[in-house]
């Protein structure tokens, strides 16, 4: 159990070792760029000034208004195109070094238990979950399943303390159909579903 303990500890440490390294790459192909930082606060500021107008507007609001907001939409969406591009090449070094460190780590824990599940995943995630472990119980939890939780969750949280992460209202202006909060939340310790 004491290994297994050991093996856990290990993961998150590579997982935040790895986000790190990740967003280091990011910064120096990306964040660092003056182009990305002329289409950041162009989004940013296109961002705020739709969601103003969005709520200033009222039911009985004129064609006119409402085409100078669709024009402005699409301005915004063209920019987040722009920018999702720019960063496109960060995503190409970062897949390939993790490509790399991912075939290290999977020969490293390779058929090793490193975590106990306290539920059982559905069976289409099973076979991530239990991934070349030997036995039929699917509590067990494999190298990658565990390392993929924690790069999802401690990627973002490190983006968001590096002041990184894209703000709330550019998020929320370019993914305008996920704008529905979810009855759920995601406890990454529990790895648990709570009801909000």
Not at 108 to 130: C, E, M, N
């Amino acid at each position: 159990m004491s290994t297994m303990f050991a093996d856990t500890l290990l993961i998150v440490f590579i997982s935040v070792c790895t986000a790190l390294l990740a967003e280091g790459i990011t910064w120096v192909l990306v964040y660092r760029t003056d182009k990305y930082k002329r289409l950041k606060a162009e989004v940013e500021k296109q961002s705020k000034k739709l969601e103003k107008k969005k709520e200033t507007i009222t039911e009985s609001a004129g064609r006119q208004q409402k085409k100078k907001i669709e024009r402005q939409e699409e301005k915004l969406k063209n920019n987040n195109r722009d920018l999702s591009m720019v960063r496109m090449k960060s995503m190409f070094a970062i897949g390939f070094c993790f490509t790399a460190l991912m075939g290290m780590f999977n020969s490293i824990f390779d058929g090793r238990v490193v975590a106990k599940l306290p539920f059982t995943p559905l069976s289409y995630i099973q076979g991530l979950s239990h991934r070349n472990l030997l036995g039929d119980d699917t509590t067990d939890c494999s190298f990658i399943f565990l390392y993929i939780l924690c790069t999802m969750s401690i990627r973002q949280n490190i983006q968001k303390i590096l002041g990184l992460a894209p703000s709330r209202a550019a998020t929320k202006q370019s993914c305008p159909s996920i704008q529905v909060k979810a009855p759920y939340t995601f406890s990454f310790f529990g790895l648990i579903l709570c009801k909000l």
